[in-house]
């Protein structure tokens, strides 16, 4: 079990940039997959971006390849989502999550079913 705290939300412009920081307190061991997901208001959760903590394999929904990068800080215990050219479609709560068992063999689980760890939200507000 770790201990998952979003930071880096808040409000931009269209076509603007924030880095999403996720901090663990508890270690974050090399089998594990990192996640990050989002919701908006009336939408269900959303994976957005995964990465395998080990290999750094990565995964992007459709809707955010070539915009946002997600990565690691291995020695930080961090996971970052670094979103360009935000659209206001990407406004949202966003989660970080960590799958503790993951098939590593596939790339990072789009299903928050198979996520055991979430942080607490950190606000994304895109503005037209």
């Known amino acids: 079990q770790v201990q998952l705290v979003e930071s880096g939300g808040g409000l931009v412009q269209a076509g603007g940039s924030l880095r999403l920081s996720c901090a663990a307190s508890?270690?974050?061991?090399?089998?594990?997959?990192m996640g990050w997901f989002r919701q908006a208001p009336g939408k269900e959760r959303e994976f957005v971006a995964g990465?395998?903590?080990?290999?750094?394999?990565?995964d992007y929904t459709d809707s955010v390849k070539g915009r946002f990068t997600i990565s690691r800080d291995n020695a930080k215990n961090t996971v970052y989502l670094q979103m360009n050219s935000l659209k206001p479609e990407d406004t949202a709560v966003y989660y970080c999550?960590?799958?503790?068992?993951?098939?590593?063999?596939?790339?990072?689980?789009?299903?928050?079913?198979?996520?055991?760890?979430w942080g607490q939200g950190t606000q994304v507000t895109v503005s037209s």
């Open positions: 999550a960590a799958d503790r068992q993951p098939n590593i063999w596939k790339p990072p689980s789009s299903m928050e079913n198979v996520y055991d760890d």
């Open positions: 990465i395998s903590w080990s290999t750094g394999r990565t």
């Open positions: 508890g270690r974050i061991f090399s089998s594990y997959t």
